[in-house]
């Protein structure tokens, strides 16, 4: 592990404990109004989004422990796992636009609260690759902040607006 990863462990293990937890709980949870989510166009795939942004930070810390890793292997890791991630916000951004019935603004909003932290992550990972592994780990750190609190509000729509 790089010394600039090294310092980051207890963030790590922290964030690799808590996303594993909470993307657990956010599919059991889900489980039990499926039928309901299922007929909604645009809750399974902001669901799957909230899932990938937790599984995003998960990996991340995970990868962020590997003894003895380079940093520039992080950074790879990172940004795969970001564009992976990624490709879950895109599709969920695209069937809001198509099928959500609201306004533009509000297009926006829901659509922003995913964007966020695989825009952290992807800073991350390019920061990190260029070279600046101390701001890329900062980056990366914000990001998996910001997927517990995405993930967190996207859950709140899709559990309790859901019954509304």
């Keep these: 592990m790089s ?11 922290a ?4 996303t594993a937890a909470l ?10 109004n499926i039928a309901t989510i299922m007929t909604s166009a645009t809750l399974p795939p902001r669901a799957a989004a909230a899932i990938a942004a937790l599984v995003l930070a998960l990996v ?3 990868f962020g422990l590997v ?18 991630a990624g490709m879950f916000q895109w599709h969920a951004i695209r069937v809001i636009i198509r ?21 952290a ?8 690759l260029a070279g600046s592994p101390g701001a890329g780990l900062v ?3 914000i990001g998996s902040v910001l997927a517990v609190i995405a993930a967190i509000l996207m859950a709140w729509v899709v559990l309790v607006e859901v019954l509304r």
Excluded: C, H
Excluded at 15 to 18: E, R, S, T, Y
Excluded at 121 to 128: E, K, Q
């Design 67 to 84: 003894p003895g890793q380079p940093e520039v292997a992080y950074g790879i890791e990172v940004l795969l796992a970001t564009l992976i």
């Design 60 to 62: 991340a810390g995970a």
């Design 3 to 13: 010394e600039a990863l090294e310092g980051w462990t207890d963030f790590n293990v």
């Design 23 to 32: 993307a657990g709980l956010l599919i059991v949870a889900m489980s039990v």
């Design 99 to 119: 099928k959500d019935a609201v306004s533009a603004a509000d297009r926006v909003a829901k659509s922003a609260a995913g964007v966020l932290p695989v825009g």
């Design 139 to 141: 980056a990366v750190g």
């Design 15 to 18: 964030m690799v404990g808590a």
């Design 121 to 128: 992550f992807l800073v991350g990972a390019v920061l990190i």
